[in-house]
C-alpha cells in the first residue's frame, strides 16, 4: 500500500469549498470545490412546469450537466460544436436530476420548475459529485428565494443530497478520488445519500477486475462517512 | 405483502429462452427472452480496431443498444427520426459495453472488433438485463467463429457475464422485475456479475424513497442468487 | 439461361411466411418472411390524427422502415447514431406508406392514426416488398383491433395490396429477387397491387442497361402473377 | 373530358427551353424551363473519387436536388435551416443520379467525379423530369469542358437522357403535368428514357384510385412521344 | 497604385442590373447583379407573426441568405447536406435582415410577416451588399402587393437601404469589390445606408493590417457616395 | 441627458478586473471581467495545424465564444442541447478568432495551434469585447508557455488588442455599456483596436435610428479612449 500523493488519509475528503452566490441572477449559485475539481452550480427558478405536468399542482426539479472545453488536462471539442451531446454527459445529467428529486416534495413546491445548470470549470476526478453536493445547496438558495417572492409557503426539501466517489486503488479502498486515483482505481463507486444516511443512488463499476461483497461494503462505508462530511459542510455554508 | 401478479416466488426468475443463431449473417446472434421481454443480440467481428487503438496489439468490444418503436405498450418515436438519441439509450448501450469488457483480454482478442447490438423487440422490464444476458452468449460466439476462422488463437474471454434487475416493492425484495413491478418500485437496483460470482457493475437508485443499508443488502443477495441461475442457463445453451 | 441458386423456377416466390401477433402491445404485428428475409411489421393505432388534419373527420395512416444494424451481410451503421436518416430508408418509407394507403377509406376510418413500423430483422433482398406484404396484414389487424374496441364501425379497407420484386438476370425475368441475383439484376422492378388486380406502384430501374418495352411488359406479367399468390397468402393468414 | 388549362394538346409538353451557360464557374450549367418551371442545374467537375472508389480507373457521377424557398406557391422552410433532408429531395436526388449514371461509361470517365447540382428557381410541377433532362444537357457540357482541358479523351457518355411526367386526369392521360393538373392526377407517373427510346426509370404511382395495365401502357406511350421530342431538344441546344 | 483588372475607376461601381418580378409565386422577387455576382432575391409576405410577436400589432421583416453550391469559383457543400449552418451563413442573415428592420415602421405593417430569400446563384464578391440592395426592392414590391390585397393601409417603409463594400487594396481605397479585389484587400468594409444618406451598419475588418482613422475615413466616404447612386438606381427600378 | 446608473462619466470605463492563471491545466487561462460581465477566457496549445495549413510551416489560432445558461438574467437554453449553435454566438466566435489573428505572426507561431474558449459565466453587457480583451492576456500566456517548452523561439505576437462597446443613448455617446444601457441604446458599436491605436474591426449597428457621420466620429474616439485604457491594464496584468 503506497500513500496518496496530496498526502490525504484514504479515509479523508479533499479541501472542499462552498461558496454560495457567486452568480448575480440566478436564484440560487454555488461554485462547489473538490480540490482542484471546480463547478459553478445554478439553479433557476421559474413558474410553470413542463407541459406533462401541467395542471397537475406538482413542480418539477431538472439539471444539466457540462464540462467546459478547457476544464480537462487536454482540450476537449464542444458538443454544442459536434452538434450532440455525448453518453457520459446525458448520463451524469440525469443522474444530478434523480438525486436532487429524492428529497423533493413536489406538492409542496406547486407549478414551479427549478432547473440545475452544473458546468465543471475545472475537473479533477469527482465533477459528478461535487456537483450534486454543490447542487443541492443552490436548490435549498433557490427555494428560499422562491418562498421570499411569495411563490411557495411549504417546504418542498424533505432533506438533504449530498455525493461522494470512492474507489478501490492497489488493493486500498480510498474516498473522493482525484483524476490520477480514479485512472488508476480497480473498483470506482459513486453514492449519493441524505442528509439522514439514507442511500439515493450507489453506482459502482469493475474498471479493471470484478469485485467482491467484502470489497463492495469497505466502499460502502467508506462513501456513508464521507457524505456525513459533505452533509456537514453544506449546512455550514446555508448557515453563513 | 402482496403475491406478485405472475404468481412467480420473490426470489424466482421469469421464464428465460435463450436462442441461438437466430440470425444468419452474424457472427454470433442470440434471441433472449425475460418472460415477455425479447431482446435480439447480435455480435459482428470485424478486422481492425478504431483509430485510437491502432497498433496496440489490442481488441476492442462495443455495444449498441435501442428499442423498436412498437416495442412498448405505447409507441414510441425513433431516435433515428428524432435525430438524436436519447439519454437513457446512451446510459443503457455504456453500460453493455462495459459489462462485457470486463470479461475480454484484450491481448487475446488481437486487433479485432466485436460490435454488439442489442435491439428490444418487446419490452417488459429488465431490457437492459436480458440485453446484457444475451449479449454474452452472441459475444461467446462470435468469439468462437473467430476463432473457427483462423482469426484469433487463444481464449479471449476471460469469464462470462450476466445480469438481472431487483427491487423492492411493498417493502418486499424482489427478483427480475416486470414492468408492472418496475413501475411501482421503491428501489430498483440492476446488478451485472461473473459466472464467478463477482461484481461488474451494481446500479441502484432509489424511485420512492431513499433506502438503508439492511435493503441495500438484501438486494445484492437476491440478485446475486439471480445471476447464478442466469449463468447456468447461459451455459447450458452454449452446450447446445 | 443458368438455374436459379435456390433451384426456384422463375416465376416461383420464395418460401413466404406470414406470422400474426408476434407481439404483445402493437395492435397488429406480422412477422413476414420472404425465404431469409424476415421483417417485423407493427400496426399501433392511436385516437387523433397529425395536426394538418386535425377537425377534417379523416384518419391518417403512415410508415417507417428502418433496418437493424446486423441485418446485413455486413453490418451497416445506426441512423440514429449517424443522427441522420438515409435517402433509401426515406424512400421506402414513403413507399410503404403511400401504398397502403392506396386501400384506406379515410372517411370510414375517422380521426384515428395507424402507424406501421417495418424493421427488418434480417434481409436478403426484397425487404421492402416483404415489408408492404406484411404490413397489410398488420393493417387488416389493427382495423379489426379498433372495431373491437368500438372505435370504429365501418371499414375503411376497401381492398388488400401486396408487393413483390422482378428483375431481369441475364436476360431473364425472374421473380422475388434474393440479394444474390439483385445486385446481378440488370434490371429491377418493385410492383404493389390490389388484391383485385390494379396497379398501385410501379418501380422499374435500369441498373446496368436500359431496358425496352417488350422487358418490362414481361417483367410487369411475372410481377402480377406474383401479386396474386401473395394476395392469397394475405388472405390465407387472415382466415386462421 | 375537359380542356388543359393552358390549352396544350394532351400529347403535348409545355413551352422547353434550354439556356446552357447560365453560370460563369461551372464546367456545365443549363436553365432548363418547362412552362413556368424553371430550374438550374449546374456541373462541376472535379479530379478523383470518392474514398471507396479510389485506384479503380471508374469516374463518379452524382446529383443533388433542392428547391428554394420561394420556389413554390406557398413559401417552404429551408432544408439547411431545420437541419435535415426531407425524403422528397433525397428521393429525387437519387433518381437524377441514377438516371444520369445509366449513359455514362465509368472507365472513360476516368478517375474524375461529376457532381450535378439541380436547384429549383421556380416550381410548377415536373421539376425532377426538367431536372433529369437539364442535367444531361450540363454534364455533356463539363464533359467536353474536361476533354478540351485533356482531362480525359475517350467519350463516358453512352447516350442521352430525357424525362417526362404523364398522368391521368379526369380519365384522360396528359403529358408534362403543370401543378394544377399535378394535384388533380389520379395516377401520377414519370418516365426517363434514353434518347435512343429505352426506359431507364419508370415511377408511376396511384395517387387516387389503383390503375389498371391498359392505362399503363397509355401513359408509358405517351411519356416515350415525349421523351422522344425532349431528346430532340436537348440535341437542339447543344448544337447551338 | 495599379489600375484595377476590369478597368473602372476607384470610385466606380460595377455594372449594376435590378430586374424586377423575376419568379411568378412571390410577393415581391428581384434578380440584382453586382458586375457577375447575382442574387435572387425573393419576398414572400404571410398573415400573422412569429409567437413571441403575437397580439402586439406589431409587423415582423426577417431574411435568409444561401448561396447554391456551385455559385462559387470551386463548388462549396450545401448546408442542408451538412445538416447544419456555417456561421458566415448566419451572420449575413443576421446583417440583411437588421438592415431591412432599419426601414420598416412595425406598427404600420400591422400583424404582416415579410420573409426575404436571398439566394446567390453566382458569387463575385459583394454577396452580401447586393443582397441587401436587391432585398430592399423586392420588399417594397411586397409591400406594394400587400397595399393592394387590402392588407396594409399605412406605409410600413420609413425609407429605403442599400449596401456597397469598400476596400483598401495596394494603399488604394477601392469602391465594390469583385472577387479577386476581396481575396487582396488590406482591409474590407461593408457599409449600409438608408436613401437619406445616414448609416445603418458599418462593418469593418483588418484583413492584413490594422488600418488607422485616415483609412477609415476615406473608405466611408467611398461607400457613401457608392450607396447614393445605388439608392438612385432602386428608385428607377422601382419607378419602371 | 440623465446620469448613467452607476455613476459613471460617459467616457468611463467599469471596473476592470483581469486575473490571469484562473485554471491550472491551460496554457493560459483569465478570468475578466468588466464590472458585473465575466467571461473565462483559456488558451490551449497544441502541436500542429489543422489539415488544410498542415506542411505550411504557418500557425493557427481559433476561437468559440459560449454563454452559460445561468449567464444571462433570465436562464438561456443549452446551444448543445438544442443541437445547433446560433447565429450570434457563430458571430462572436469568428469575431474575437479574427481579431486575434490580427496581432499574430503565424510564421513565428510555427505549425502550432491555439484555441481560445471564452465562456461568459455572466453576462452584463459587453460579453464580447470583454472576451477579446481577456483573450489576448490569455495568448500571451500560452505564447509564453509555449516559448518556456521549447516549442517556439521568436515572437509571434506582433502587437496587442482590446476591444470596447460604445453606444448613443438619449443622444449621448457612451463608452462600455452594461445590459440596461445596450438595450436602449439608438447606435451600438463594437470597436477593436491594437495597443499601437490602430483599428482590427469596427462594427456599428443603427438599432433604432440610423447615425450620421458626426455620431459615428464621436463613437470612434470613445472607442478609441477606451481601448488605450484597456491596452494599459492588459500590459499591467501581463507584467504582475
Redesign the interface.
Known amino acids: 500500500m503506497t500513500a496518496r500523493e496530496d498526502g490525504r488519509a484514504d479515509d479523508e475528503l479533499r479541501p472542499i469549498t462552498i461558496t454560495r452566490h457567486w452568480?448575480?441572477?440566478?436564484a440560487g449559485?454555488v461554485l462547489v470545490e473538490f480540490g482542484?475539481t471546480k463547478v459553478?452550480c445554478?439553479a433557476?427558478a421559474?413558474e410553470g412546469v413542463p407541459r406533462w405536468r401541467k395542471g397537475s399542482g406538482l413542480g418539477w426539479v431538472t439539471a444539466?450537466y457540462?464540462m467546459?472545453?478547457?476544464?480537462?488536462?487536454t482540450?476537449s471539442d464542444?458538443?454544442?460544436?459536434k452538434?450532440?451531446?455525448?453518453?457520459?454527459?446525458?448520463?451524469i445529467?440525469?443522474l444530478i436530476g434523480?438525486s436532487l428529486r429524492?428529497v423533493v416534495d413536489y406538492e409542496a413546491l406547486g407549478e414551479n420548475t427549478i432547473?440545475l445548470?452544473c458546468?465543471v470549470?475545472?475537473a479533477?476526478g469527482g465533477t459528478r459529485t461535487a456537483a450534486i453536493t454543490g447542487a443541492y445547496v443552490a436548490l435549498a438558495d433557490a427555494v428560499s428565494h422562491l418562498r421570499s417572492t411569495g411563490a411557495l409557503k411549504g417546504e418542498p426539501l424533505t432533506?438533504s443530497v449530498a455525493a461522494v466517489s470512492v474507489g478501490i486503488i492497489d488493493g486500498t479502498p480510498r474516498l473522493d478520488l482525484p483524476y490520477v486515483e480514479d485512472v488508476r482505481a480497480e473498483t470506482d463507486?459513486n453514492v449519493v445519500?441524505?442528509g439522514?444516511?439514507?442511500?439515493?443512488?450507489?453506482?459502482?463499476?469493475?474498471e479493471g477486475?470484478?469485485?467482491?461483497?467484502a470489497e463492495?461494503d469497505a466502499l460502502?462505508d467508506l462513501a456513508?462517512q464521507g457524505c456525513v462530511d459533505l452533509t456537514r459542510l453544506q449546512q455550514e455554508a446555508l448557515a453563513r
Chains 1, 2, 3, 4, 5, 6 share one sequence.
Open positions: 452568480l448575480d441572477h440566478a449559485s482542484r459553478l445554478a433557476s421559474s444539466e457540462a467546459l472545453p478547457a476544464s480537462t488536462n482540450r464542444r458538443e454544442s460544436v452538434g450532440r451531446i455525448g453518453g457520459r454527459t446525458h448520463e445529467s440525469r434523480r429524492a432547473q445548470d458546468d470549470l475545472q479533477d432533506g463507486m445519500m441524505t439522514a444516511g439514507s442511500f439515493v443512488e450507489v453506482q459502482g463499476t469493475a477486475a470484478a469485485f467482491d461483497r463492495l460502502l456513508a
